[in-house]
């Protein structure tokens, strides 16, 4: 079945800082993936989106996104962390499985920022 | 003036009882979804909508009900809540005709308690 896995739960870092999410999907053709980001009381808000074309990926925020079929990853980067970007990230990929075009969630990374 | 809003956004209820979750949007999306977010598990999809006449179960859809008023209305039901149902709950929309790669614009989401 199809799987979108992000391995830290939780991760660090200081502001200023860079940072890099990990998520890994299972799919053997080019999969839609895109990255989500919840603040605190909040719904999930789109940083970016790949479907094809170049595997960098420009989000909002500051956020990018790189492509790499070969390691099947899709990592978040951001160059200097802001102590607002303190909030849970969601990587999610389409599924074509049973539920067609609907998305697969991984279980998330709560990012927190240290002054 | 919020695009997909949610009511009531946060409910406490006791085991036994009916309860119903409303969303409503007014980007014009023809797709709308439910999910339930549970701390480490992500989301995962209750049930989806790709419009008025078509309602499709999702990954997790025992124990509750979805009604499709309108293009703009997708309402949950609970109709006997359970404790295991504690939960927050996400309405989402898209636009069928983007596609699979088309971004899904969430509510705020709804904390429901079941004691």
């Known amino acids: 079945a199809q799987s979108v896995t992000q391995p830290d739960i939780h991760i660090t870092v200081s502001e200023g800082a860079s940072l890099e999410l990990r998520c890994n999907y299972s799919y053997g053709a080019t999969p839609y993936l895109f990255w989500y980001v919840q603040s605190p009381g909040q719904g999930l808000q789109l940083l970016l989106k790949?479907?094809?074309?170049?595997?960098l990926v420009q989000g909002i925020k500051g956020f990018e996104a790189e492509f790499k079929r070969s390691q099947s990853s899709f990592n978040l980067r951001k160059p200097s962390v802001h102590w607002s970007d303190a909030a849970e990230y969601f990587c999610?990929?389409?599924?074509?499985?049973?539920?067609?075009?609907?998305?697969?969630f991984g279980k998330g990374t709560k990012l927190s920022v240290k002054p | 003036d919020a695009d997909v809003t949610q009511t009531p956004r946060n409910r406490i209820t006791k085991t036994g009882k009916r309860i119903m979750l409303e969303c409503s949007q007014t980007k014009g999306h023809d797709r709308m979804y439910w999910y339930r977010q549970d701390p480490g598990l992500g989301l995962r999809l209750i049930y989806y909508?790709?419009?008025?006449?078509?309602?499709n179960k999702g990954e997790i859809s025992d124990g509750y009900s979805v009604s499709r008023q309108a293009q703009a209305k997708f309402s949950l039901s609970l109709e006997s809540a359970i404790p295991n149902q504690t939960a927050l709950y996400f309405c989402a929309t898209s636009d069928l005709a983007g596609g699979p790669s088309d971004t899904q614009y969430f509510g705020p989401g709804t904390r429901l308690t079941v004691l």
């Open positions: 909508s790709f419009d008025v006449k078509d309602i």
């Open positions: 790949y479907f094809s074309g170049d595997t």
């Open positions: 999610a990929a389409v599924n074509y499985g049973g539920s067609q075009g609907n998305l697969i």
